[in-house]
C-alpha cells in the first residue's frame, strides 16, 4: 500500500476525506512520479442544488475522470460525455476503482469498467496523483486504498481487503432484487489476497421465473444464471439454452485465479476460460453482485484457498479431530467434500494429504 502521507483541502478523519464544494484535495504519496498503481474508494456527492459532480484524479494536469448522477466525462483520455444513470452517487454512494500507468487508464464503478484507454498527449507520462481534482457541492471519500503491484513478473499483486464486509461464509442469505456496491453485506468473503487463488462454493436458489442473477468472483468478472441460460462477460462464454432448475437450487463451485476461472455446477464443469482482459488486476471478490426480478437464496456458502489446510468440521479452526475425519474419508467411514481435504491441491485427495495434515501437528508440537 502506498500511505497517504498528507491530503489538500477538506478533512481526513477516520479515513475518510469529506471535500467541500469549489475544492480539490490532493494525496501525497509515497508513490514515484511514473508509478504504476491502482486507487479504489467509495465516493458521495453531498451537494442538493445545481449539478452536483466529482473529479477523481489519477495524473498530474488533466488526468482524472468526472462522475455526476447522470453520467461521467473521461478528460484523461479526451472521452466525450457519456449518459449513465448513477443516481446512488447522491445517496449511498458508489464505488470507484482506477488503474493508472503512465500511457493509459482503467476505470471501474461498481464493479462494471467504464473506461480503459490510453491517456491524452497532454497527459501522458505525468506524474502520478491520485486526487480529488474538483467537487462541485461538496463530497464525502472513505475506504481510500492505494496500492502497487509487489512484483511485475507473473502480475502478483497483494491488497487484505478484510474490514470492507460482512462475511457470509457459513451462513444462508436472501439477497433482496438490486444492485450491491463494493460495500454491501453480499460478500461471501473478503478476507482473501487481490491476488489469491481461491475456490468457492454454494447453493443458489431462486423461484421467481426470469430472475437474473449475477455473482461475482473477481472485481469486475462474473457470471450471471438465468432459468435459461447464463453469460460470463468476462470469458466471452454464454449458453442462453442451457436452463437451470433455480426453483429447487443448483449447487456452485468456483475456482477462480488472477487469470483463469472454471466454473461447475451441480458437479459438471460449466466454464473453463481464461478472461479476454489479460491486462487488467482483478482482485479476489466472491459475492452476490446483482439479482433482478424476486429474492436469490445462497446458502451452504464456503470459501478456501488452494493449498492450506481445511476446516473439514466447520468448528472455526484446524484439529486432530479434522485429520480424523480425513482418516475416516480415506478408510471410506465417512463422506466428506473431497477438494476441501485437498491440502496438496494436486485435484485428489489421498494418503499424501495425510501425511502433509501430520506434519501440520509435528510443526505445531515442535
Same mark, same amino acid.
Given at each position: 500500500l502506498a500511505d497517504i502521507i498528507s491530503y489538500g483541502n477538506g478533512t481526513y478523519e477516520n479515513g475518510v476525506l469529506t471535500v467541500p464544494s469549489g475544492n480539490s484535495s490532493i494525496f501525497t504519496t509515497s508513490l514515484t512520479d511514473n508509478s504504476t498503481y491502482t486507487m479504489s474508494c467509495d465516493v458521495?456527492?453531498? #451537494?442538493? !442544488? #445545481?449539478?452536483? &459532480?466529482? =473529479? +477523481? @484524479?489519477?495524473?498530474? #494536469? $488533466? #488526468? &482524472? +475522470?468526472?462522475l455526476q @448522477? /447522470? @453520467?461521467?466525462? !473521461?478528460?484523461g483520455t479526451g472521452g466525450s460525455w457519456t449518459n449513465k444513470t448513477l443516481s446512488s452517487i447522491n445517496t449511498t454512494g458508489v464505488h470507484v476503482t482506477v488503474y493508472s500507468t503512465s500511457d493509459a487508464v482503467k476505470i471501474w464503478v461498481d464493479g462494471e469498467k467504464i473506461v480503459d484507454a490510453n491517456l491524452i498527449d497532454t497527459v501522458k507520462s505525468k506524474k502520478a496523483l491520485p486526487s480529488i481534482t474538483w467537487s462541485n457541492g461538496g463530497a464525502i471519500v472513505d475506504n481510500i486504498m492505494i496500492w502497487q503491484p509487489i512484483s511485475v513478473v507473473g502480475e502478483k499483486y497483494v491488497l487484505d481487503r478484510d474490514s470492507f464486509y460482512k462475511s457470509l461464509v457459513g451462513t444462508s442469505a436472501t439477497i433482496p432484487t438490486g444492485s450491491f456496491d463494493a460495500k454491501s453485506d453480499t460478500y461471501f468473503s473478503r478476507n482473501l489476497a487481490l491476488d489469491a487463488d481461491y475456490y468457492t462454493s454454494f447453493t443458489l436458489k431462486n423461484t421467481t421465473s426470469g430472475c437474473a442473477v449475477s455473482l461475482s468472483y473477481r472485481d469486475g468478472q462474473y457470471i450471471q444464471f438465468q432459468y435459461g441460460g447464463y453469460t460470463v462477460p468476462g470469458t466471452g462464454d454464454s449458453d442462453w439454452k442451457h436452463p437451470f432448475a433455480l426453483g429447487t437450487g443448483i449447487d456452485v463451485k468456483i475456482h477462480s485465479t488472477p487469470r483463469h476461472v472454471t466454473i461447475w455446477v451441480n458437479g459438471e464443469i460449466l466454464v473453463d476460460n481464461d478472461y479476454t482482459d489479460t491486462e487488467s488486476v482483478f482482485g479476489a471478490a466472491p459475492r452476490i453482485a446483482y439479482v433482478s426480478a424476486g429474492e436469490a437464496e445462497v446458502s451452504n456458502i464456503k470459501v478456501w484457498t488452494v493449498g492450506t489446510l481445511r476446516d473439514l468440521d466447520e468448528d472455526g479452526e484446524a484439529t486432530t479431530q479434522d485429520m480424523i475425519i480425513l482418516i475416516k474419508y480415506l478408510l471410506d467411514l465417512e463422506d466428506i467434500q473431497a477438494e476441501n481435504a485437498d491440502l =496438496? /491441491? $494436486?485435484?485428489?485427495t489421498n494418503i499424501i494429504d495425510l501425511i502433509k495434515f501430520k506434519k501440520y501437528f509435528a510443526e505445531i508440537v515442535n
Open positions: 458521495k456527492l453531498t #451537494g442538493t !442544488s #445545481g449539478t452536483p &459532480y466529482v =473529479n +477523481i @484524479g489519477y495524473r498530474q #494536469g $488533466d #488526468g &482524472y +475522470i468526472q @448522477g /447522470a @453520467g461521467y466525462q !473521461s478528460v =496438496n /491441491a $494436486d485435484g485428489i
